[in-house]
């Protein structure tokens, strides 16, 4: 029992919800970001969030990035951290999208950071005017019980992105184990990474 003992205090204390999540590559690693402890709030594990960014290399670089249920922002901000000309973050609770805003001007790059206040799966039915000069880098990672309670929207607004991005675009959905594979539009085209307890969906090179 004294091994088992010490082997579990050796793992790392879980997360702290109420913390603020940090930026962890790139210009701005160590900043904080802006941030409401909500339960409707859910950043990407820094350990998940590392290995995306891992699998993306230089992708982001120079790219317009989609952020589509942004929350803290943690995935666009990484981004323009890591080489984005711009991104575009999407949150439907107005509080939050106030903190996005604030953590644009806190890490001054009000320039690169374009918050868009409303529900993302409306754009399924109504596609906004967005940049098309360059290749998107699109990361979908809604509350997982929308991959149950709305699945069919959900898919509906991976096709409509899919379907108004440029040529060479790269598709990012961060779900659960709940939501398989064979969901997504051309299931066969995206690169599936099982990493406990999210899953994440890639799909690269997408043409126009």
């Not at 922002?73 to 575009?88: I, P, Y």
């Not at 659960?176 to 406990?196: C, H, I, Y």
């Amino acid at each position: 029992m004294a091994k088992h003992a010490a082997r579990r205090s050796k793992e790392p204390p879980p997360a702290d919800p109420t913390a603020p999540p940090r930026i962890i590559g790139g210009s701005l690693r160590g900043r904080k970001l802006a941030f409401i402890p909500d339960p409707r709030t859910r950043p990407m594990k820094d350990r998940v969030r590392e290995t995306l960014f891992d699998l993306l290399g230089p992708t982001v670089i120079g790219a317009t990035v989609l952020d589509m249920f942004a929350g803290t922002g943690a995935l666009g901000f990484e981004a323009v951290s890591r080489g984005a000309t711009r991104a575009v973050l999407v949150e439907r609770h107005f509080p939050t999208a106030d903190a996005l805003k604030r953590s644009a001007k806190e890490l001054e790059i009000t320039d690169r950071i374009d918050v868009r206040p409303g529900d993302a799966l409306n754009w399924a039915r109504r596609m906004p005017e967005l940049p098309a000069d360059r290749p998107w880098v699109v990361f979908i990672s809604p509350p997982w019980g929308m991959f149950t309670d709305r699945r069919a929207e959900v898919v509906a607004l991976i096709v409509a992105l899919m379907r108004a991005a440029p040529a060479g675009s790269t598709f990012v959905v961060e779900a659960d184990e709940s939501f398989p594979a064979t969901e997504l539009p051309d299931p066969g085209a995206w690169d599936t990474r099982p990493l406990f307890p999210a899953v994440l969906h890639i799909r690269s090179g997408l043409v126009s």
